[in-house]
């Protein structure tokens, strides 16, 4: 009988390692009993359960054979109106033409990264960042240079000499709330970045899917609407924060050319995103005043945030740092010197609570006292509780 010969192994890939951490972190969160400021999840009380439920039911018995057939590789066209409504609405002119619709912001990144990226090419983001989106650029063999950054959001200065020395083809920012710091660009920030594309020529990815998650200050406007940026920016957004993160429904808006080699890209990914899906949320967007709803999700995101703030200094070790965000859904913690988030994980665990190692986050060599707090999943009396917890696991 011939020899048994193994097939090819797999194609090893960067990106696997630090996915590891998180999902290991995950894991350890679900333990019962355990408190998790862990994942990045909507709180369960402001998903519309009955509304959307009434949206599925509605399409499939008025339109079921459209909501069940394969259909449009760049979306729902009344989906995309309605984006595009929303995006103007929020300061941005947008055609519904100039979008995509994405299997969440997380398929519009991994194809941005496609039609972007060479092995070898340069992307430059802020420090710490946005770990799928590391993720994505890591499976395209780009390289990841990473900038200071600080409340204030990304250090234009040091972007401007990393540009000079490394000729990013991308630049890579969450502006608003960002994952995983909460930190907010300031707006001179924004002004200057756009003009540093400009003159410099590279791709901004405005990555924003909490944008409509202020619950503090001033609205900003984004970088892709600052003179200059319009033509090299691509804005990505997501109605995973404001409605369900199930429902995986995100878009893309982009300069024309850019927009035909994503909709080729997703051909080939996975021809279009579920039919049912995108028409039963632009339902639910034509017929309910989400905005409405967003002024509670904010004021119940404030109070939660301003809960969690209210105990960190008296649970956390003296020394310790951390972000004071106006929105969204996370904070960041700096332990001091010598502490090590990730090591310290399963005591924490051990004392019924969990939170997200920052060491993940960053592309250049990670700070190990950092770690990640969600405060949007817990009312007040668990956050109390769980930052008592905390403060014992990490005294
Ligand atoms: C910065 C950032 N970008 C993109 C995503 C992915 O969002 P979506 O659920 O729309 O894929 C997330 C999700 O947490 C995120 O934090």
Known sequence: MAERVPPPGLVPRPAAASSSVIRDALALARRPGVLSFAGGMPASELLDV???RAAYDHVLSTEPVAALQYSLTDG??????LIA?????????????GLVVTTGAQQALMLLATVLLRPGDTVAVEEPTYLAALQCFAYTGARVVSVPADDGGIDV?????????????LVYLVPDFQNPTGRTLALERRRAVARLAETRGFWIAEDDPYGELRFRGEHLPWVAAQTGARDR??????????LAPGLRLGWMSAPPALLRAVVLAKQAMDLHTSSVDQAAAAHYLANHDIDARLVGGRALYRERCDAMLGELSSVLPPGSTWSRPDGGMFL?????????SAALLPKAVDHGVS?????????GPP???TLRLSFAGHGREETVEGMRRLGKALS
């Open 50 to 52: 009955e509304g959307l």
């Open 76 to 81: 729902d066209p009344r989906l995309r109106e």
């Open 85 to 97: 409504g929303r995006l103007t609405g929020r300061g941005l002119d947008t055609d519904p033409a």
């Open 157 to 169: 200065d040091a972007l401007a000499h990393v540009v000079a020395r490394d000729r990013p083809r």
């Open 233 to 242: 920016t691509v804005l990505l957004g997501s109605l995973s924060k404001i």
């Open 332 to 340: 960041w913690v700096r332990l001091p010197e010598g502490f090590d």
């Open 355 to 363: 939170y997200v190692p920052g060491a993940p986050f960053f592309a």
């Open 367 to 369: 700070d190990a006292s």
